[in-house]
């Protein structure tokens, strides 16, 4: 009888085990002087400004990078000098769709629109574009933050979207102004 509780008790654990081991682990930051929270991986480390440079090679590159160990997997924050408000987000929308189709024409679209997020309006596109030796699986979501657009963006190869997809959801929808 002790044995077939014993091998009841596994047959019960075993598959909670397996659920935690793939999870990825957010913490939530508090971020740009504390006006944003935002959960992030908790493994990922701010990029360095060496490797900012190396793969943002423009004077405009975000404001805000984290990013794993080899960078190749990234959450960024960029309050650019754009104006914005929440009157103006839907228009963002159809302004970022337009101009991704036209950069990137064969593109595939996962989605775009418009959601509330933790009481404000943030718009977003999900889309797999190409880079020079693999695609790339890109997450932009964007609000308004002291009358300025604030574009976030969460970024990985297409061979992690299985394991990234619901994850960049997930820091998506925890995005809070205060």
Do not use: H
Not at 30 to 55: C, G, R
Not at 80 to 98: D, G, H, L, R
Request: glycine share 4%; hydrophobic share 40%; proline share 4%.
């Amino acid at each position: 009888m002790k044995k077939i509780k014993l091998l009841f008790i596994g047959i019960l654990i075993i598959p909670l085990v397996s659920m935690t081991v793939g999870k990825i682990e957010l913490e939530i930051k508090s971020l740009l002087n504390d006006k944003v929270e935002l959960k992030i991986p908790s493994e990922f480390e701010i990029m360095s400004e060496e490797l900012t440079k190396l793969k943002y090679p423009s004077e405009r590159r975000p404001t805000l990078i984290y990013s794993n160990e080899s960078g190749g997997i990234n959450v960024s924050l960029n309050l650019t000098e754009n104006k914005a408000s929440q009157k103006m987000i839907e228009p963002y929308v159809e302004n970022f769709v337009n101009t991704f189709k036209n950069l990137y024409p064969s593109a595939e679209w996962k989605g775009s629109g418009m959601k509330k997020i933790n009481g404000r309006k943030v718009g977003y596109l999900k889309l797999i574009t190409p880079a020079i030796d693999t695609e790339i699986y890109n997450v932009m979501f964007f609000t308004d933050l002291d009358d300025k657009l604030l574009l976030c963006t969460f970024n990985c190869t297409e061979k992690s979207i299985s394991e990234w997809e619901k994850t960049a959801d997930e820091i998506m929808n925890s995005l809070k102004i205060k």
